[in-house]
């Protein structure tokens, strides 16, 4: 069993940045992909960015290139997502996920986990 804790969303003008945390207990997450998928209203669930089990390789969404920047602690079991430069069309509830045994390429794209938190609300807007 995993549990996924999101912290860090709330109200942010456009520009402008904020941090989201994950704190994640349980087993196999050193052989655990971490990531973020977000959903807007109406809209379907998104890999946004996900990260191998020791943090070498990344998967970011096209969408968030370059304004998103996704880092793991494995010591601390925390997967954080940076992000700056947030438009509006950003507004959506993000959620941490895990999947075990695969890259982060394949669990963004297909935005399936093994597990997932209940979600932070990111609305971006002046």
């Known amino acids: 069993q995993v549990q996924l804790v999101e912290s860090g969303g709330g109200l942010v003008q456009p520009g402008g940045s904020l941090r989201l945390s994950c704190a994640a207990s349980g087993a196999l997450l050193d052989v655990s992909t971490i990531g973020w998928f977000r959903q807007a209203p109406g809209k379907e669930l998104e890999g946004v960015s996900c990260?191998?089990?020791?943090?070498?390789?990344?998967y970011y969404a096209d969408s968030v290139k370059g304004r998103f920047t996704i880092s793991r602690d494995n010591g601390n079991n925390t997967v954080s997502l940076q992000m700056n430069s947030l438009k509006p069309e950003d507004t959506a509830v993000y959620y941490c996920a895990v999947r075990r045994f695969v890259t982060p390429q394949s669990m963004c794209v297909n935005h399936r986990s093994d597990y997932r938190g209940q979600g932070t609300q990111v609305t971006v807007s002046s």
């Open positions: 990260i191998s089990n020791r943090g070498r390789n990344t």
